[in-house]
């Protein structure tokens, strides 16, 4: 077995993929995808969370959501809107957001290295979570969400997936958050795919982005079904270089202050931050520094450097300087997974989110942090280490429809 193979993708027939691509079945909220899929039949969505074509107050874990998946994915195949490629390929697939791109190669990676953890990971999943894919997958008897992996910087994989971006793409497709996916299935001689096979087999690792849930349940479907070469014991992948893939800040909120009142808040700050007013929002430019918003007014908060553990790659992590000197010492948060008075932001909202959920009074106090760098995570993973709660979050996000990986 092989780090990486090609496989034979199912995908949208020529002239199709507006109508299909959709963003990942966990970013939205059933009610959001059910105003997202209004007049477009064939979205993604209506397999990705089929739930949506149900009434909207059955359990979305019931078992006839599954098989509405299933029935969707069959009818979008029947009616020729998705086809599978009579031949295994490997695809590239790029994407283009706010003047950033990045290119990556569609493939199915090695489950058994996955669980070796040569493909790295730095998340806890959740059980309830993963049973919902494991369903999803043994329903539509294929997997739909790819896995988003970063690869080492390899000039050698890089040049190649530029060279195979050089034609005119297949799909061109932008959606309604601006993002531009492109697809070039072209890599499907022998000789390419063995340079590419072959060099991905020479790395080290690899290391999950985004797609933990996914990753652990095509696991658990590949111990169920038996070892061996079959498809089932590779899980659908899009990989990109660590160096073009982007983290966004993971911010928090805090419902309220602890028993304390602003001037004892700033004052409990004040013995281990160098707090400062600021006439504008704080957008973080270092790890030992946070944004923080109370009541209208933003404060620049500056760790000191000797506070910052630098041979610990968990321990210099923004979220974990904040946790350690200010989320748990001073509003009691210690298990941020449960407690429901701390919430968080994705830094794609922007900082004008935090300034709304404090101004409205659903939060009394804002937390900005510095993003976590791709160096930080791989460090964590190449440690066996798991990253806090939320402490990531990748943008732009791949589209669920693009590529799906059958289970012959």
């Known amino acids: ?22 963003p990942p079945y966990d970013v939205l909220s059933s009610a959001e995808a059910r105003e997202r899929v209004a ?3 064939w979205s993604f969505l209506h ?51 706010h003047g950033h791109r990045q290119t990556g190669l569609a493939a199915i990676a090695s489950v058994a290295d996955y669980v070796t953890n040569r493909i790295r990971r730095h998340e806890f999943t959740t059980p309830a979570k993963e049973d919902d894919r494991v369903r999803q997958i043994e329903a539509i008897n294929a997997q739909t969400g790819p896995v988003m992996i970063a690869y080492p910087a390899t000039p050698e994989i890089d040049a190649r997936l530029a060279d195979a971006a050089k034609g005119d793409p297949e799909v061109d497709v932008t959606g309604d ?9 072209m890599i499907d001689d022998d000789a390419t795919i063995a340079a590419l096979t072959d060099a991905f087999d020479a790395l080290p690792a690899l290391y999950i982005a985004d797609g933990h849930h996914r990753s652990a349940a095509a696991a658990r479907v590949a111990a169920a079904r038996g070892g061996g070469d079959s498809e089932h014991n590779y899980f659908l992948a899009v990989l990109f270089p660590d160096h073009e893939m982007t983290i966004l800040a993971y911010n928090r909120v805090i419902a309220d202050l602890n028993g304390r009142s602003q001037e004892e808040l700033l004052a409990a700050l004040g013995e281990r931050f160098a ?5 504008k929002p704080v957008e973080p430019a270092s790890p030992n520094v946070f944004g ?45 997974r449960t407690d429901k008075r701390i919430d968080f932001v994705g830094g794609g909202r922007g900082l004008g989110e935090l300034e709304k959920r404090v101004d409205s009074g659903e939060a009394a106090v804002a937390f900005a942090l510095y993003p976590t760098q791709m160096a930080d995570l791989m460090a964590v993973a190449d440690a066996g280490g798991i ?22």
């Open 1 to 22: 077995m092989t780090l990486i193979r090609p496989f034979r993708a199912l995908r949208p027939a020529p002239g199709r993929a507006a109508e299909v691509l959709a």
């Open 39 to 41: 007049g477009k039949p």
């Open 47 to 97: 397999v990705s969370k089929p739930e949506i074509d149900l009434a909207s107050d059955l359990d979305p874990y019931d078992p006839a959501v599954y098989a509405r998946a299933a029935q969707n994915l069959d009818r979008m195949v029947d009616e020729g809107v998705l086809v599978r490629d009579a031949r295994p390929r490997y695809y590239v697939y790029r994407l283009t957001w």
């Open 177 to 185: 958050d601006g993002v531009r996916h492109q697809l070039w299935p």
């Open 275 to 279: 707090v400062e007013k600021s006439s």
């Open 292 to 336: 923080m918003y109370l009541a209208g007014q933003w404060y620049r908060l500056t760790l000191p450097a000797e506070r910052v553990p630098a041979d610990d790659p968990i321990g210099r992590l923004p979220i974990t300087l904040l946790t350690r000197n200010a989320i748990e010492p001073l509003f009691a948060i210690t298990d941020p």
């Open 387 to 408: 990253m806090p709660p939320k402490s990531t979050w990748f943008e732009p996000k791949l589209a669920d429809g693009m590529v799906s990986h059958v289970l012959d």
